[in-house]
């Protein structure tokens, strides 16, 4: 591609342009368009830059140029910056910089790069002019949207069943040379395209999903959920288990068992936790892959539940007699002496449940169960002697700093003054008294 051979833009050409980008531009701000032609009967996409000069003044010029044929592109006065995206210089066309000079990339000269630079998105505003040409009559380049038309032409060169896509519907899969292959020499493929024309528009489906569904007749559906299912395994933190269980080659034995058994990823995690949660050795054929899933999955997951169910039956009663020594021992910091009130403690996980749900606060949540059993602070409830059994204020007390944490009635609202009085001036100095003797003793 000769530079020598570079035509201004035409008259009607930058009059589309400008018309176009008066109802599609911005007020400010660099936008880029291009236009077909040809240079030395080579089709090339030549792309101009646009900008606002003042208030009714916009520039345009020609910025990059890349044919059909050609492995180099031509560019001039712009600049690709990999934080602020592209530049154009305009000091030619009049616009001032410092020191009235104009930046480096700006100096009118055309320059042969890579064929991959230089080449922003621009709308074609004269996408039809290819079809003038004998060798694109049939490209169909004006119902394919693309995001660059001369990669879409050069294609289309090597492989003419490209237009065959298009009008199908799949322009889609276009950029892949492994479908446009198996188009040319496969015409049961084609067949097979056309049976599944709606469902691939209306989907995309993976290249390879594409391929092994012609070639298994398995449903497009189910494959691309097995191929997400490899892909959320690499990345998916939660399916770690699964990752580290399955390694190498035996990652696609996992992934044919899995749809050999009509079953899935997340399924197979639940059956592996209940598998190790019962201690069974998944380094056995038998374990890793059952020859019934759907049975053995529902079998461990049973034994699975039962087995939680007993721990936690046997966990909540290690609990509830913990928590009933621990009350025993602090039971002399109860008091009922000479006030309207009286200070009990808790005993059991229960209290806390009831005590939270009647004044609507969260005792009996946030494991304040966990902190009384492993003596980090204790639960006492302040009552009226007139109401011995109503819930009334809650208080948390700390066995490390002899102070109370909390202090709370319902709603999570602070005591009135007198029973704030009664907690810290009356209840805590003699709980404080016989906690030190009870420390003293033990």
């Known amino acids: 591609m000769n530079p020598n051979y570079i035509r201004p833009i035409p008259k009607k050409i930058e009059k589309r342009i400008l018309s176009y980008d008066a109802k599609h531009g911005c007020n400010s701000g660099l936008r880029f368009y291009a236009y077909l032609t ?24 020609q910025v990059a140029i890349h044919g059909v044929y050609s492995d180099k592109c031509l560019a001039k006065d712009i600049e690709y910056n990999y934080m602020g995206g592209y530049r154009v210089g ?8 410092p020191y009235n000079m104009p930046p480096f990339y700006n100096d009118g000269k055309w320059y042969a790069v890579d064929y991959k630079y230089f080449n922003p998105w621009a ?12 060798q694109f009559r049939y490209s169909a380049v004006d119902i394919q949207d693309q995001p660059c038309i001369v990669t879409y032409l050069r294609t289309y060169l090597k492989y ?11 322009g889609k899969y276009v950029g892949s040379v492994m479908i446009l292959k198996k188009i040319g020499c496969d015409k049961s493929f084609r067949k097979w395209l056309m049976a599944h024309r709606e469902e691939l528009i209306h989907h995309y489906y993976y290249v390879d999903v594409v391929l092994r569904a012609y070639k298994t007749g398995k449903p497009l559906e189910t494959l ?31 992934f044919d068992y899995i749809s050999k058994q009509d079953t899935n990823v997340n399924a197979y995690l639940d059956y592996l936790k209940a598998c190790r949660y019962l201690g069974l050795d998944m380094t056995l054929p038998k374990n890793r892959f059952p020859h019934d899933f759907k049975y053995w999955h529902d079998m461990r997951i049973d034994q699975y539940a039962t087995a939680r169910a007993e721990a936690d039956r046997k966990a909540k009663q290690e609990l509830y007699e913990k928590f009933a020594r ?3 021992k602090y039971l002399p910091l109860e008091y009922d002496k000479r006030s309207a009130f009286i200070c009990i403690i808790a005993r059991s996980p229960a209290d806390l449940i ?13 494991n304040y169960d966990q902190r009384f059993v492993r003596e980090e602070s204790l639960i006492f409830f302040i009552r009226t002697k007139q109401h011995p059994d109503t819930p009334f204020v809650t ?13 709370y009635g319902e709603h999570d609202h602070k005591p009135s003054e007198d029973v704030l009085h009664y907690v810290n001036k009356v209840w805590l100095p003699y709980a404080n008294k016989h906690l030190k003797q009870i420390q003293t003793a033990a």
């Open 395 to 407: 208080v948390e007390y700390s066995l490390q700093n002899h102070k109370v944490l909390q202090c």
């Open 38 to 61: 040809t240079i030395q009967k080579e089709l090339v996409k030549i792309t101009v830059a646009v900008r606002n000069k003042g208030k009714h003044t916009r520039l345009i010029k």
């Open 224 to 254: 691309q959920a097995y191929r997400e299912a490899k892909i959320n395994l690499r990345n998916d933190n939660t399916l770690a288990p699964i990752r580290e269980l399955f390694t190498g080659m035996e990652r696609e034995k996992f």
């Open 160 to 170: 003419p069943q490209t237009e065959y896509l298009v009008k199908a519907g799949l």
């Open 123 to 134: 709308p074609v505003i004269n996408q039809k002019f290819a079809l003038s040409l004998p």
């Open 354 to 366: 009831r005590e939270g749900e009647a004044l609507d606060h969260c005792v009996g949540r946030m």
């Open 90 to 97: 305009w000091f030619a066309e009049g616009v001032k910089y």
């Open 326 to 328: 621990i009350a025993e």
